[in-house]
């Protein structure tokens, strides 16, 4: 059983910085695949980034490589997502989710997932 919870969202312009925390909790999840996805309004859910408990080993999505950084912290048992130059099209509910599964980066491959918290970036 894990449970997650998302902050750190909120209004930035164009061009500036946010950063994310999902605060993680459970007996078990040494062995799992960290995820942040987030959705726009009257889209779909769509993956961000992906990071290895364990190992640390991350993956990102093309639209915000290079732009955006995922990490997690052992010891305060967080995992974390700094966006850098954002986008007006970066605008979303962004959610942090867990699994087991190391392949597929898609809703249907998550067995947990936070509330979301709420980014919004203006032009």
């Known amino acids: 059983q894990v449970q997650l919870v998302e902050s750190g969202g909120g209004l930035v312009q164009a061009g500036g910085s946010l950063s994310l925390s999902c605060s993680v909790s459970g007996r078990t999840f040494s062995s799992y695949y960290m995820d942040w996805f987030r959705q726009a309004p009257g889209k779909g859910r769509e993956f961000v980034a992906v990071?290895?408990?364990?190992?640390?080993?991350?993956w990102y999505a093309d639209s915000v490589k290079g732009r955006f950084t995922i990490s997690r912290d052992k010891a305060k048992n967080t995992v974390s997502l700094q966006m850098n130059r954002l986008k007006p099209e970066d605008t979303a509910v962004y959610y942090c989710?867990?699994?087991?599964?190391?392949?597929?980066?898609?809703?249907?491959?998550?067995?947990?997932w936070g509330k979301g918290t709420l980014v919004t970036v203006s032009s």
């Open positions: 990071i290895s408990w364990s190992y640390g080993n991350a």
């Open positions: 989710a867990a699994s087991t599964n190391g392949a597929l980066r898609a809703p249907s491959g998550m067995d947990y």
